[in-house]
Structure formats: C-alpha cells, structure tokens
C-alpha cells in the first residue's frame, strides 16, 4: 500500500480517540480539529522517512495536543486568564492517557458521542457530527453519502459546531434517568447510519461500506465503553446479522428476498458474534427494541433453510416489540411472520388494517400476499403502487419481476 | 455560569388562552413556585409576562427620523408571552430549568444562550 495512503488510514482509525482527548483537553472543537490535521501533515511528513512509530496514535495525538498549545500561545487575542486556564489543564497524567489504550481516553470518546448526538441539535447534523468527528469522515465524503451538496454538509456541520459552542452543550457523559434517554438517542444515530448504507439505493457503493462500517465500528465502541448495557448489545448485535447477509441481498442490482437469498453465503463469523451478543442479552432479560430487532434476526439466521425458520418465534419477538416500540411497522413485518404461520389470509387482514399506504414495503407485502392468495389483479396494482413509492433501483427491479411473474390477468375485478 | 433566555412562545389556538380566571388561577400559583425555586438557588436574573401582542410597537430607528408602528415586528402566528433569564452552566442544566417552567406556565419554551458571559460577580 501507498505510504501515505496508509498513514491516511491510520490516521482514520485514529482521528475519533485524538479528537475527543483534545476537546477534552481544550473544550473545543474547531481548535481539536485543526490540530489534528496538522498532526496529519506532520506524520505524512515524518513517517515515510522515521518510519511509523511504535504507537501511531499516541504520537498523532501527542503532536496535536503540542500544535493546539502552540496555536493557542501564539494567539493574543484571548484574555490571559483563559489562556492559563488552558494551557494549565488540571488533567494531569494527561501524556500517559494519550499515549495507551487507557479508560480515560475512552471516555473522551463517549463524552464527545454524546455532544454530538444532542437532542438540542437537529438529527442530521447529529448524524453529520458523529461521522465527521468520531468517524473522520471527511465532509465530501459524508456529503456524498446523504447525496447533498459538500457546501450544504460542511454549513450543517458548522451550524452544528456554533451551537454546540455557543449554547455551551456539555462535554459530558449522562448521568441516572438522563443516561438512558439520552444514550437511546445516541444508539439510534449509530443505527441511522447503519441504515444509509444498507438500505440506500444509490450513491457509490464504496461510500455505503464506509457507512456500515463506520456505523459498526461505533458500536464496537459503544460496546466496549458500555458494556453492559443490553441495547448497545442488541444494537451491535442486529448490525452484525443484518451485515453478515449484505454481500447476498443483491445479485446482479436486483434485491434478493431473504427466503430467497443463498444462506452459503452468509459470513458466519458476523453470525456466530451476533448470536453470542443476542444469547447475553437473552440472560440479561431487559428486552429493548435493538435487542428485539436483533433477536428476530437471529432466528433468520439460525435456520439452515428458509423453510426451517421458526416463525412462531419471530411473532413472539414482534409482538414483544411491539409492546416496548408500538409502530404500525411492526405490525407490518409482524404480518409476514403470520402469513407463515397461520396464512396469508390472516394476515392480509392485519396488513389492511394499517394506515401506511404511502409506505412502499406496506404495498409489497400486500401484493405478496395478494399474489399467493391468487388474486392476481389486486397483486399487480398492489405491485405498481409498491413500485411507484419507492427510489430504491433494486428494490423496484426485484418489485417489477414479481409482477411479471404474477398469473395472466384473471378478467377485470 | 452562563445566561439563557427562556422566552414562552404562544400561538393562536393555544387552549391557555382560553382558560377562565379560576383555571388560569393555579398556572400562576406553579409560575411563583418556578419563579420562587429559581431566586432560591441563586440563578433567576430577571423574568415577567409580557402584555398580549397587541399592545407592542415597532420602533425603527435605522432611518433619519425613528418611525413608530402599532402592532407585532411581523405578522406571526407565534410570539412571546414571558421570559425569563437564568443563569445555567450550561445547556443540559437549562434544558431541565426550561422543562420546569415549561410545566408551570403550560406553554412551550425556546432556550437561548446570551452572547456574552456575565461580568464576574
């Protein structure tokens, strides 16, 4: 690999652990991440002809914790007093944190993912912030994974920032009732993220790996800063099961329906941790919707076949999810798991009562189950107005071939 | 220590509005408790109800001779009733405050950070 393409990549895996030490350290984030671009351009320089250093990331954030200091002593228009505050930070032992992997700076890390997914600050820009600085994504690369432009990503996130600074959002961790809450809002932001990249339909697909990896690799984090916390279990856990079936969801840009999808090509290995995560959340017994979500994917991904899959469980776990989440959503996939189980009349039933005729995964489910109940006309207008509500490419391929395959046209309804 | 202004927001179809004089009566009984709990911990700097939108005028002073006009800055169909000033250190804290007295008075409440710090005490 190219040098500095490998100090890019360092820098990368590294950027969320400097960044957070350093607004810790100064309580700011324009000075953190100025720094740590100069702590870049100073290993792009040094590296290729030092070598990399023992630890790349304690020599990053020690360079940039200096070039912080620097700038801010070179910098006279701030009042003394707020200088030697500074400069002066009472953290001592400050170069140890920097320099190992010790709880200290993890905690940095979580206190910064907590700034940022801040109920005071509007969900995009929650969502822009945590993979700019927990993820060192760049703007151009975060911009085009939402599909805006770079100069509308680059004002939210510095919206974003003013507001953090000016409104004085605490660098902090919640404490009691508030942990909860707030960590609810901070999970879903992982799991948004999660869903940009796999469920998105357009966009390169190398900006759509990034996401799912980034979002998995902030819950990897989570985990380990709140490891016993069941939803950060469940959260990874239904991130891992749902990663382990990506590479078969699509064949050749058409979507591949999980009964019909090749389990061979399953990664086992995302499926083996998913299911150690979803049995530790069993035994901790505080379902959560993550932990729900991920239980069901779970019995997905223990059948050997389609036909092995244990619907019985997967109405169990959605109704247990629809008692701690309700949403008519639920009730929807909830239906698929009855159609199995008691027929797809049944559940027709349950999916007509629900007021969701603009969402497109409503339509197709009723058409699906129109199609088997051999009431071929409902099922193609069901088809169409699937296909006419969803942007999805591959999904509207997959739609238009289960329509092309639906029996000849039994007469006008 | 920084200061936030708690300014509460009405609108039209607000159902305080409504209110007779006996049910508006324990909405200003929980408002002097807010306001109590506030001078009581040190961080209330100033606060009050406002007179109803009709009764402001728009004073333009950016011209040669101040222009004096009846009524609200824009037509809106939100404006504020009352405010307070606290001082919070930081957001989260003034997010509780704000809830409190969101609760007492029965209507939403904006918070927003002052410029500038407080002169030292």
Same mark, same amino acid.
């Given at each position: 690999?190219?040098?500095?393409?490998?100090?890019?990549?360092?820098?990368?895996?590294?950027?969320?652990?400097?960044?957070?030490?350093?607004?810790?350290?100064?309580?700011?984030?324009?000075?953190?991440?100025?720094a740590a671009g100069?702590?870049?351009?100073?290993?792009?320089?040094?590296?290729?002809?030092?070598?990399?250093?023992?630890?790349?990331?304690?020599?990053?954030?020690?360079?940039?914790?200096?070039?912080?200091?620097?700038?801010?002593?070179?910098?006279?228009?701030?009042?003394?007093?707020?200088?030697?505050?500074?400069?002066?930070?009472?953290?001592?032992?400050?170069d140890d944190v920097?320099?190992?992997?010790?709880?200290?700076?993890?905690?940095?890390?979580?206190?910064?993912?907590?700034?940022?997914?801040?109920?005071?600050?509007?969900?995009?820009?929650?969502?822009?912030?945590?993979?700019?600085?927990?993820?060192?994504?760049?703007?151009?690369?975060?911009?085009?994974?939402?599909?805006?432009?770079?100069?509308?990503?680059?004002?939210?996130?510095?919206?974003?920032?003013?507001?953090?600074?000016?409104?004085?959002?605490?660098?902090?961790?919640?404490?009691?009732?508030?942990?909860?809450?707030?960590?609810?809002?901070?999970?879903?932001?992982?799991y948004l993220v999660?869903?940009?990249?796999?469920?998105?339909?357009?966009?390169?697909?190398?900006?759509?790996?990034?996401?799912?990896?980034?979002?998995?690799?902030?819950?990897?984090?989570?985990?380990?800063?709140?490891?016993?916390?069941?939803?950060?279990?469940?959260?990874?856990?239904?991130?891992?099961?749902?990663?382990?079936?990506?590479?078969?969801?699509?064949?050749?840009?058409?979507?591949?329906?999980?009964?019909?999808?090749?389990?061979?090509?399953?990664?086992?290995?995302?499926?083996?941790?998913?299911?150690?995560?979803?049995?530790?959340?069993?035994?901790?017994?505080?379902?959560?919707?993550?932990?729900?979500?991920?239980?069901?994917?779970?019995?997905?991904?223990?059948?050997?076949?389609?036909?092995?899959?244990?619907?019985?469980?997967?109405?169990?776990?959605?109704?247990?999810?629809?008692?701690?989440?309700?949403?008519?959503?639920?009730?929807?996939?909830?239906?698929?798991?009855?159609?199995?189980?008691?027929?797809?009349?049944?559940?027709?039933?349950?999916?007509?009562?629900?007021?969701?005729?603009?969402?497109?995964?409503?339509?197709?489910?009723?058409?699906?189950?129109?199609?088997?109940?051999?009431?071929?006309?409902?099922?193609?207008?069901?088809?169409?107005?699937?296909?006419?509500?969803?942007?999805?490419?591959?999904?509207?391929?997959?739609?238009?071939?289960?329509?092309?395959?639906?029996?000849?046209?039994?007469?006008?309804? | 220590?920084?200061?936030?202004?708690?300014?509460?927001?009405?609108?039209?179809?607000?159902?305080?509005?409504?209110?007779?004089?006996?049910?508006?009566?324990?909405?200003?009984?929980?408002?002097?408790?807010?306001?109590?709990?506030?001078?009581?911990?040190?961080?209330?700097?100033?606060?009050?109800?406002?007179?109803?939108?009709?009764?402001?005028?728009?004073?333009?002073?950016?011209?040669?001779?101040?222009?004096?006009?009846?009524?609200?800055?824009?037509? !809106? +169909?939100?404006?504020? @009733?009352?405010?307070? *000033?606290?001082?919070?250190? %930081?957001?989260?804290? =003034?997010?509780?405050?704000?809830?409190?007295? !969101? +609760?007492?008075?029965? @209507?939403?409440?904006? *918070?927003?950070?002052?410029? %500038?710090?407080?002169? =030292?005490?």
């Amino acid at each position: 690999m190219d040098a500095t393409l490998a100090i890019e990549r360092i820098y990368r895996d590294e950027y969320g652990r400097i960044v957070a030490s350093l607004v810790r350290r100064f309580g700011d984030i324009d000075i953190a991440e100025e720094a740590a671009g100069e702590a870049l351009l100073a290993a792009v320089e040094k590296w290729p002809a030092d070598g990399v250093p023992p630890n790349p990331g304690g020599w990053l954030t020690t360079t940039a914790r200096n070039r912080a200091i620097d700038k801010i002593r070179r910098e006279s228009h701030r009042d003394a007093k707020h200088q030697a505050a500074l400069m002066l930070n009472p953290t001592s032992g400050d170069d140890d944190v920097a320099d190992k992997d010790t709880g200290l700076v993890e905690d940095d890390r979580l206190r910064l993912i907590f700034t940022c997914c801040h109920p005071a600050l509007a969900p995009e820009a929650r969502v822009a912030l945590t993979l700019r600085l927990l993820g060192g994504l760049t703007v151009a690369e975060i911009a085009r994974a939402f599909l805006v432009p770079e100069t509308t990503m680059a004002q939210r996130i510095t919206r974003a920032k003013a507001k953090i600074k000016n409104a004085h959002i605490p660098y902090r961790v919640p404490d009691g009732v508030d942990l909860t809450r707030r960590l609810a809002g901070v999970l879903a932001v992982i799991y948004l993220v999660y869903n940009e990249g796999y469920l998105s339909g357009s966009g390169d697909a190398d900006i759509r790996d990034e996401l799912t990896g980034e979002a998995i690799r902030l819950g990897r984090i989570l985990r380990q800063l709140l490891p016993t916390d069941p939803e950060v279990a469940g959260l990874l856990a239904l991130m891992l099961l749902t990663e382990s079936r990506r590479h078969v969801r699509l064949a050749a840009g058409e979507l591949v329906p999980l009964h019909e999808q090749d389990r061979g090509g399953w990664d086992r290995t995302l499926i083996a941790e998913g299911h150690d995560l979803v049995r530790e959340c069993l035994a901790l017994n505080r379902p959560g919707q993550y932990q729900l979500l991920a239980a069901v994917n779970a019995v997905h991904t223990d059948a050997p076949t389609a036909a092995d899959t244990d619907w019985g469980q997967i109405v169990t776990l959605y109704s247990q999810l629809y008692a701690v989440a309700p949403s008519p959503i639920v009730t929807l996939n909830r239906a698929v798991a009855v159609a199995e189980l008691d027929g797809a009349e049944v559940a027709l039933a349950e999916v007509d009562r629900l007021d969701l005729t603009g969402y497109h995964a409503w339509h197709a489910t009723r058409a699906d189950l129109l199609r088997r109940l051999g009431r071929s006309a409902d099922a193609r207008a069901a088809y169409d107005a699937a296909i006419a509500a969803t942007e999805n490419e591959a999904e509207r391929a997959y739609l238009s071939r289960r329509r092309g395959s639906l029996a000849g046209l039994e007469g006008p309804p | 220590m920084s200061q936030y202004l708690l300014s509460v927001h009405h609108t039209p179809d607000d159902p305080m509005l409504a209110l007779t004089p006996e049910e508006v009566q324990p909405v200003f009984e929980a408002v002097d408790r807010f306001n109590k709990m506030l001078m009581d911990q040190g961080i209330w700097v100033f606060g009050g109800g406002l007179h109803p939108i009709e009764a402001s005028t728009v004073v333009d002073g950016t011209g040669d001779e101040p222009i004096f006009t009846d009524g609200p800055f824009a037509e !809106s +169909k939100e404006w504020m @009733g009352g405010f307070w *000033v606290i001082e919070a250190p %930081d957001l989260d804290a =003034a997010l509780k405050l704000a809830a409190e007295g !969101s +609760k007492a008075c029965q @209507g939403k409440v904006e *918070v927003r950070p002052f410029q %500038d710090e407080p002169p =030292a005490a």
